[in-house]
Every structure is written in C-alpha cells, then in structure tokens.
C-alpha cells in the first residue's frame, strides 16, 4: 500500500505580485497607450493574480524606438567585457532571487515547485553565466575576428517555459550586442515582469531590454516592425509559418523553435527500470507542455508487455494537485483553452481507435487539470500520433528491428528530438546518425545545458540556441546550422 503524503507547500509570502503592471520600455515601466490591461490567473485555482498591460502599435513603436536608441548610443558601442558585467550581475540577481521567481512562476503557469525550482531556475542562471562568458570572447567563438551584432531583435515566447524561454533568447542577444524587445505569452506574463525589475536593479542601460505584454496581435506588431533586425520565436508551428511569410523579403534574421512530436525509442536490451524513468520525465515532466517532449513511445515488440505494465505501475503512483506541494508530480494545465485542445485530441484518439489508459487520481474541483494518460494499440494515421498534444499524453507504437525504429520515429513532420535506451554504443550512433531531428538523447531524455545547442529539421524550424551555434542567431554572420 502506497504511504499517503502529508502536504508540504512552498509559501507565496515569499512574492509581492502587484495588482497591474505596465510596460517595461526604456527602464521604466509605463502605461500602455491604449489603457487596456488584460488578467493573468493561477490556472491550478482561476484566481486572478495581477492585471498585465495590453501593448498596442504606439507601445511597440516605442518599445522598438527606445531598444534602438540604447543600441545605437549605449549597447553597440560597449565592450563586450562591460556587456559581460551586467549580464553577470543578472545572472548573479537570478540566482538571489531564485525563490521568488521559481513561486512565480509556479503560480502563473501551473508547473511544479519542484520542477520550477530544481529545473526552470538553475537554468535561467546558467544561460546568463554561460552567456556572460561569451560576450568579451566572440572573437574566439569561430565567426570570424570580429564579430558584428545585429541590432534590435524581437522577442516572442510560449508560456510552458516563461522565464526559461526568455533566458534562452535574451541572454545571447545581449551578449552579442544586440537590444531587445520581448513578448511574454498571453497567460504567463509575470516572471517576465520580474525580469524587468531584475534589469533595474542591474542597472542595465534603459531600453537594453524591453519587456512588453500583450496578446498574439502584440506579437505580431512587434515580429512586423520594420525597425526590427533580428526576429526570435519560439512557439506553435502555425504562427512560426506566419512569422516567416511575415518577414521574408525583408533585412530580419530569423530563428523558429516551434513544435515536436518526439520518438523515444526503447530496445530489448534497455535498462528497463531506468528506461521508465525516462519515459515518465520524457512526457509527464511540465505536464507535457514540452515542445521536445518524448509523445511518441516506441517499444521494441519483445519487451513491450512488460515495459507497459512497469510504466503503468509507475504512472500510478505520479501525484497530481497543488502545484504549490513539495510532493507535486503534476501540475495544472495553464489554460483552459490547452485544455480543450487535449480534450479534444485525446477524444480523437479513443474515436480512431486507440485505448485510453490513465491512473485513478483525484482531480481538484477548480482550476485546469488532466490526468497522465497514455495510448495504446495507436498506428502510425493516428492524430494522437501525429499532431503535438503538448499535454500529459503518450502514444505508444510497437517495432520489431532497429530499422523499423528509424522509419517510424522519422515518419513526423517535425524534427526537435527523440530519445534512444539501449546498452549497445554502436546502435546509439547508428540510430542517432539516422534520426532526422536536432536533438537525440541516449539513455536520457529531455536534458539541457545552456553549452549544448537546441533546435529542429523540418517543421520544428530552424536556427539554433544555446552553445557556440546560437551565438551564430544573434551575430551578422552566417546563420551555422
Ligand atoms: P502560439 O504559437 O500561439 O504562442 C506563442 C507566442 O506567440 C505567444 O507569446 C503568443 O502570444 C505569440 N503569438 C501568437 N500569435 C502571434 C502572431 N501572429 N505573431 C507573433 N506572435 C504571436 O502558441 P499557443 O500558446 O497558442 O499554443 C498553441 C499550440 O502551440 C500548443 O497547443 C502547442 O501545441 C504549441 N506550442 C508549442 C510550443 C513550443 O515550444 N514548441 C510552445 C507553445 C505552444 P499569446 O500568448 O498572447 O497568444
């Protein structure tokens, strides 16, 4: 019999959320032109947490003016040891205020304490220590002797990573020279907020970085600007596809994370335990709001009674509730809307064919919520095993040799990542050599270190952040990958 857990919750003392915010333009933060603020809720309760200013054309105009004005005057002209100063001391604030910020974004989003304090905010401070270690040596970085920035980049980013996303854009532009404007997701705004006041008390140059709020129409103000140098995106395929009809023709350097549907393969002669671990954290880790998530489970047919029935077992005992609870496995869903769309693609797959399986676990009577669900007898036509559900949900496929593994796994219009266990090196590297997709793990799944590079074939896009190779994103040369 399982032990019950007594609740264990972070406090939220420990954050001053203040009831509405305005725009971060030019160091301060002022009121949106056109005096709208929208609400941004905890989605584990519907409780309204802060009240997030709507940016408009005139907003974005000045956030777009006041980031080339600290480019020309003030950012391009530094050194790249001065640059590294204050992204050290960024990187440094992060770290002081990691608490606050890892409750934050708990609150905001839906994840996990535990996730948001031992993954997201370890690594929003080490993109910014990584990164401030490169912005007095771009000399070295393979680019030429010496490199040149780019500019204004325009900044947009999805709400299941929010403050990690923003590092992952943020931290190189800087580094490299360039200023920014960033738009936090609709539903997520408020670690970005934070990061602007961690800039104030970095002292960084006013308008260095802008943060502005809005909807998907402040997006694509900002990505259209015509004063814009550098465009980074990270989000659904869709709108990648709208951004780049958007700014083809024009001067912008582009780089697209968009969407995955990730094969995580499993031979006979895996670690088995170890293998279920990393199934579990390939698709239930952020309630699978993860675009490199591992949804498609491939198991070799020989071991595929067993390796089920040991993922069931572990599924069993995931706890799903107060992402607050130290004991947290599963948080919410962030919005209702994510939610209608795993209802409905989930229903798709019971109505095509597949069986649904999910533990028995209580769900809390507010707020956005799904239960760890898994997918067998899927085929390949399977919506569920074609489109990204970016929720808690696993299809699982079955194969008999190494080279159906390949076709199968390749067998997606996306690219981003896919996963190997296996004890044999020389099929890791076979498999690995195969796959068309940026990122392959062996024996793990979804690790990420800020020097390791991250991004897609296909329609999971292109260009490629973190490491030397995404400093290639946010410098005029050209692009590495
Ligand atoms: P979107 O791609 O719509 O949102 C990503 C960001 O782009 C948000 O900041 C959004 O603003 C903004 N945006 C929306 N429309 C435009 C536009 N026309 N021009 C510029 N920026 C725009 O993703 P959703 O949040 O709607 O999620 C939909 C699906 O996308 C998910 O179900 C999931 O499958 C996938 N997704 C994939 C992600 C990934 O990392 N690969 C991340 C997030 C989602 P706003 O939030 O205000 O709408």
Redesign the pocket.
């Known amino acids: 019999m399982p032990f019950d857990y007594a609740p264990a919750p972070e406090s939220r003392s420990i954050v001053d959320i203040e009831s509405n915010y305005g725009l971060f333009i030019g160091g301060s933060f002022t009121e949106p032109t056109s005096g709208e603020f929208f609400k941004t809720i905890d989605p584990a309760t519907e409780e309204v947490l802060s009240e997030v200013a709507e940016a408009g054309q005139a907003d974005v105009d000045a956030a777009v003016a006041a980031a080339r004005r600290a480019y020309d005057k003030t950012w391009s002209k530094m050194s790249g040891k001065d640059r590294a100063k204050y992204i050290f001391r960024i990187a440094r604030l992060i770290q002081e205020r990691s608490r606050e910020l890892a409750v934050l974004e708990t609150l905001d989003n839906g994840k996990p304490i535990r996730e948001s304090r031992d993954v997201d905010l370890p690594l929003v401070a080490a993109h910014f220590f990584y990164h401030a270690g490169w912005a007095d040596k771009l000399e070295f970085a393979g680019y030429g002797p010496d490199p040149k920035s780019l500019g204004v980049a325009a900044q947009?980013?999805?709400?299941?990573?929010p403050l990690l996303?923003l590092a992952w854009k943020v931290a190189p532009a800087l580094a490299c020279g360039n200023t920014v404007v960033l738009?936090?997701?609709?539903?997520?705004p408020l670690t970005a907020l934070a990061f602007a006041d961690i800039c104030q008390q970095a002292g960084l140059p006013p308008g260095v970085v802008n943060i502005i709020t809005?909807?998907?129409?402040?997006?694509?103000m900002?990505?259209?600007h015509p004063d814009v140098d550098k465009v980074a995106?990270?989000?659904?395929?869709?709108?990648?596809k709208?951004?780049q009809r958007?700014v083809a023709g024009t001067k912008k350097k582009l780089t697209l994370?968009?969407?995955?549907k990730a094969a995580n393969i499993v031979f006979d002669d895996a670690p088995i335990d170890q293998a279920i671990e990393g199934i579990v954290n390939g698709i239930y880790f952020n309630q699978g709001?993860?675009?490199c998530a591992g949804s498609r489970l491939l198991l070799q047919e020989s071991i595929a009674d067993e390796a089920l029935a040991s993922l069931k077992r572990r599924l069993t005992t995931l706890r799903l509730g107060d992402p607050l609870d130290k004991n947290t496995d599963i948080g919410a869903i962030n919005?209702s809307?994510?939610l209608s769309?795993i209802e409905e693609l989930t229903a798709a797959g019971e109505a095509e064919g597949a069986e649904r399986w999910s533990p028995t676990c209580p769900i809390p009577d507010k707020g956005f919520w799904f239960p760890p669900t898994l997918f067998t007898n899927v085929t390949q036509a399977h919506r569920i095993a074609r489109?990204?559900?970016?929720?808690p949900v696993l299809s699982v496929l079955t194969f008999r040799t190494p080279e159906e593994a390949v076709a199968k796994a390749n067998n997606t219009p996306f690219g981003?990542s896919a996963g190997i266990w296996t004890e044999k090196g020389s099929r890791i590297l076979w498999m690995a050599n195969q796959m068309r997709a940026g990122i392959v793990w062996a024996n793990t799944f979804n690790r990420f270190d800020p020097a390791s590079p991250f991004g897609g074939f296909k329609e999971?896009?292109f260009g490629r952040e973190g490491g030397v190779q995404g400093l290639g994103a946010y410098l005029n040369v050209e692009d590495p990958s």
Request: net charge negative.
């Open positions: 947009v980013i999805p709400w299941n990573f996303m738009k936090p997701a609709e539903t997520t809005g909807a998907g129409e402040t997006g694509r900002l990505v259209e995106f990270t989000g659904s395929t869709e709108v990648g709208a951004i958007a994370e968009l969407g995955g709001h993860v675009c919005s809307m994510q769309k489109e990204e559900i970016f929720g981003l999971s896009g």
